[in-house]
């Protein structure tokens, strides 16, 4: 785990909130490992506020999140449309994808908030799936806060012990999201033509453009 108690020391808990905006918005970096490390810091050293940690950390996943979100919502569609089917990805495919995405979008930003990978690309996907705002809002923040309170207090009152518990935890969360994608992968391959109609059914008109929502996620 890297050493970020003189980032940390120099800057404050603001440097948690940038990590973990930066990391939120699509930009790889240890946003979780600065909110540990800090949340560490905090408990043995008392140096800063573990309540203001958690604060900033929750903040800058929401943030962080919504800037995914907007350059999803702004940019990824167009690029799926103009060179989606040179990775298979036809109209008909990405409306199912969104249709998915407006079903259980809210899950996956929620939960991919807990998984190293979606953590970081989940807010962009559900972008360019044109996921409803608030309801993107609404589910980002609530895993944003919930993520935030449980990395951030279990590194205070835990110490180095978390990274124990918090190491696993994480490798867990991804094996499962691994193989929920390979299981929804086959599932879609298996009923794509059902599936595909449902979606146009669904989103009529242009890809985008149609403001049905679909059901909660």
Not at 41 to 66: E, F, K, R
Not at 113 to 142: E, H, M
Request: with cysteine; hydrophobic share 55%; net charge positive.
């Amino acid at each position: 785990m890297p050493d970020f108690s003189e980032l940390l020391i120099q800057f404050g808990p603001w440097a948690v909130f940038f990590l973990v905006a930066l990391e939120s918005s699509g930009i790889p970096l240890p946003g979780e490992t600065s909110l540990v490390a800090a949340a560490v810091l905090a408990g043995h050293s008392h140096h800063g506020s573990i309540a203001q940690i958690v604060t900033l950390a929750a903040a800058g996943a929401i943030v962080g999140d919504n800037v995914g979100f907007w350059v999803g919502r702004e940019y990824g569609l167009k690029l799926l449309l103009a060179h989606g089917s040179k990775i298979g990805l036809d109209e008909d495919r990405l409306r199912l994808g969104q249709y998915l995405f407006r079903r259980y979008g809210g899950t996956i930003v929620f939960f991919g908030r807990f998984v190293a990978v979606l953590r970081a690309f989940a807010a962009v996907l559900a972008g360019a799936n044109k996921v409803p705002p608030l309801r993107f809002f609404l589910f980002n923040a609530a895993g944003g806060i919930v993520w935030a309170c449980i990395f951030g207090f279990g590194g205070y009152f835990l110490g180095a012990d978390f990274h124990r518990i918090a190491g696993p935890f994480g490798l867990a969360a991804l094996v499962l999201a691994l193989a929920g994608l390979a299981f929804l992968r086959r599932y879609v391959r298996t009923h794509e033509a059902r599936m595909i109609a449902e979606a146009r059914a669904a989103l009529p008109g242009p890809l985008g453009l149609n403001p049905k929502a679909g059901s909660v996620g």
